[in-house]
């Protein structure tokens, strides 16, 4: 059975382009659930588009998107990022792409980590090319990550702390309120001293 939250997860991601169209699609005619979660005349919209259309998903948004708690999906993707980082798993490149282009979209508390992403690691190959490689340049050109994991972890770790005292929070898709005192926004104010520490 569905809850209201996993329904909206399923909105969440086709919203954010994490799933297909036609996965979305196949989902929507298992998922009778959606008619009692909501109501008829919803659910009826969504099997009324036409998912075969060239520009069917900016239809489909304007029907779910009311229908997506987006602070609270973004939230939680947000953190994901950042504990990958700590605990380092999937692929640094990915996940400091992502945290830029986040940052560029208006998350400004990701600065140290956009600018370190920006400032070289852009040019590094990811995981997923491997094997476009000698396994020699691969290494030595990923190598850049190695020097500089420590202060990725540490910044992680920093703004981790923010969100688990309830000092950082996402309200909406590219917005968030921040309670933090102005000494703790160093990444506003002092990111110079950031990247020589």
Same mark, same amino acid.
């Given at each position: ?6 329904? =909206?997860? =399923? ?6 382009? =994490? ?51 987006? #602070? ?17 798993? #999937? ?14 979209? #208006? ?12 400032? #070289? ?77």
């Amino acid at each position: 059975m569905n809850s209201k939250e996993d329904i =909206q997860k =399923q909105f969440y991601k086709i919203y954010k382009g =994490q799933i297909s169209i036609s996965e979305f699609e196949e989902w929507l005619y298992k998922t009778q659930e959606i008619e009692s979660v909501f109501n008829n005349d919803f659910y009826f919209k969504l099997l009324d588009l036409d998912y075969r259309k060239k520009h069917i998903k900016v239809e489909l948004v304007k029907v779910i998107e009311m229908e997506i708690p987006h #602070g609270k999906f973004e939230q939680s993707r947000i953190l994901s990022l950042l504990k990958n980082i700590i605990f380092e798993k #999937g692929d640094p490149v990915e996940i400091l792409e992502q945290l830029y282009d986040d940052y560029c979209n #208006g998350y400004s508390f990701l600065r140290f980590l956009g600018l370190t992403y920006i400032t #070289g690691i852009d040019v590094l190959p990811t995981l997923k090319q491997r094997d476009k490689w000698d396994d020699n340049k691969f290494n030595s050109k990923r190598e850049i990550l190695n020097n500089i994991k420590p202060k990725l972890i540490k910044e992680a770790e920093r703004l981790l702390s923010f969100f688990q005292e309830g000092l950082l929070i996402i309200a909406e898709e590219n917005d968030y309120l921040d309670y933090r005192k102005e000494e703790e926004k160093i990444e506003l104010h002092n990111i110079e001293r950031m990247f020589k520490e």
